[in-house]
């Protein structure tokens, strides 16, 4: 592989920089991303592997980044266990019958992964072969915890209430949904890695909206069981965001890498994590909004305070859509010119 710095900071090995991607690369900030958004709606792009694709190689191309991830979304695994989800303007994902009951949850199918999600193993295969070996391609999956939020409280939400209290309520009923999306998730993500994925990476992105005791009870013992299910064939990065509270745990389950959000010093990050793992993360997003020179002096920070080794530079979570294309190029340019 032409850019292998991916795979070695995975591999705890000495670089010369470390690498740098950005969670949503692939996203609304790109003008030529908005033509395809105004094209075609959301679930069209990730059906239609040629689109994906497309998307995919976007960043690499324009932005400069070490690493693809491939164009999809989280959701699209419940979609596959036939609960409806939509994307609607102002709300973003929508389910009009979330699971909340025993009924619902019976209706909750383990389905045949290539039947149901083969447009994904087929976008990676296509981006593979178009990549060409250029640099390595991410998979991606919610964790499960984070896939619960969103089929029982049936659109994004600040506190997800509804799910929270459908977990402490009915544990049993979560548990076995919880089940269900992990069992699924597995199955998908080893097609994924079949299809040509270099890294997976699993997002929390609301596991911490849940108490250091409840993440034990409700999501580390499913995201334990797919890095399991992985283990040997790639490596697997955790970004749960708010969860510094479970580095300490997280760095002990075989993950390759941890995600960090901006709300984490590196130092303390390093510290929770027993300071033998890769960290991967942790600019604040709405950081790219400040003058470049800024960002550039900020980023050498960072690397600084992370260190060059057993490091990914990455945002704190997805970059937002109204951020500048030059103000994302010149994150990734000051890694691409940072020396120790």
């Given at each position: 592989?032409?850019?292998?710095?991916?795979?070695?900071?995975?591999?705890?090995?000495?670089?010369?920089?470390?690498?740098?991607?950005?969670?949503?690369?692939?996203?609304?900030?790109?003008?030529?991303?908005?033509?395809?958004?105004?094209?075609?709606?959301?679930?069209?792009?990730?059906?239609?592997?040629?689109?994906?694709?497309?998307?995919?190689?976007?960043?690499?191309?324009?932005?400069?980044?070490?690493?693809?991830?491939?164009?999809?979304?989280?959701?699209?695994?419940?979609?596959?266990?036939?609960?409806?989800?939509?994307?609607?303007?102002?709300?973003?994902?929508?389910?009009?019958?979330?699971?909340?009951?025993?009924?619902?949850?019976?209706?909750?199918?383990?389905?045949?992964?290539?039947?149901?999600?083969?447009?994904?193993?087929?976008?990676?295969?296509?981006?593979?072969?178009?990549?060409?070996?250029?640099?390595?391609?991410?998979?991606f999956a919610g964790a499960p915890w984070t896939m619960l939020c969103y089929a029982v409280q049936g659109q994004g939400s600040k506190n997800f209430d509804k799910a929270k209290s459908f977990c402490f309520q009915e544990p049993d009923m979560a548990k076995e949904?919880?089940?269900?999306?992990?069992?699924?998730?597995?199955?998908?993500?080893?097609?994924?890695?079949?299809?040509?994925?270099?890294?997976?990476?699993?997002?929390?992105?609301?596991?911490?909206?849940?108490?250091?005791?409840?993440?034990?009870?409700?999501?580390?013992?499913?995201?334990?069981?797919?890095?399991?299910?992985?283990?040997?064939?790639?490596?697997?990065?955790?970004?749960?965001?708010?969860?510094?509270?479970?580095?300490?745990?997280?760095?002990?389950?075989?993950?390759?890498?941890?995600?960090?959000?901006?709300?984490?010093?590196?130092?303390?990050?390093?510290?929770?994590?027993?300071?033998?793992?890769?960290?991967?993360?942790?600019?604040?997003?709405?950081?790219?909004?400040?003058?470049?020179?800024?960002?550039?002096?900020?980023?050498?920070?960072?690397?600084?305070?992370?260190?060059?080794?057993?490091?990914?530079?990455?945002?704190?979570?997805?970059?937002?859509p109204n951020i500048p294309v030059d103000h994302a190029k010149a994150f990734v340019d000051a890694v691409k010119e940072f020396q120790s």
């Open positions: 592989m032409k850019n292998d710095l991916l795979l070695k900071a995975l591999k705890g090995e000495t670089v010369d920089r470390p690498p740098v991607w950005m969670m949503r690369q692939a996203g609304r900030y790109l003008p030529d991303f908005i033509k395809l958004k105004d094209k075609y709606d959301f679930f069209t792009r990730c059906q239609t592997p040629e689109l994906a694709t497309e998307i995919t190689l976007m960043p690499i191309d324009q932005i400069g980044v070490d690493a693809a991830i491939i164009f999809s979304d989280i959701l699209v695994v419940l979609q596959a266990m036939d609960i409806k989800v939509e994307m609607r303007d102002g709300i973003g994902p929508y389910l009009p019958q979330p699971i909340r009951d025993q009924g619902a949850l019976e209706k909750v199918i383990l389905p045949d992964v290539q039947e149901r999600l083969g447009y994904v193993f087929e976008a990676v295969k296509m981006t593979k072969h178009e990549l060409n070996n250029q640099a390595p391609l991410i998979g949904l919880l089940q269900k999306i992990t069992t699924t998730t597995i199955a998908y993500l080893r097609e994924k890695v079949k299809a040509g994925a270099d890294v997976i990476q699993l997002f929390d992105s609301w596991g911490g909206i849940l108490s250091p005791a409840d993440y034990q009870e409700f999501s580390l013992p499913y995201i334990q069981q797919i890095i399991d299910a992985l283990s040997g064939s790639v490596p697997v990065i955790v970004f749960g965001k708010g969860c510094w509270f479970a580095l300490q745990e997280m760095s002990k389950s075989g993950a390759a890498a941890l995600g960090i959000d901006w709300n984490c010093t590196a130092r303390n990050a390093r510290y929770l994590s027993g300071g033998q793992i890769t960290l991967q993360g942790n600019f604040d997003p709405s950081r790219l909004l400040s003058p470049i020179p800024q960002i550039k002096t900020q980023v050498k920070q960072m690397i600084n305070a992370f260190g060059k080794d057993r490091y990914i530079v990455n945002l704190g979570h997805g970059i937002l």
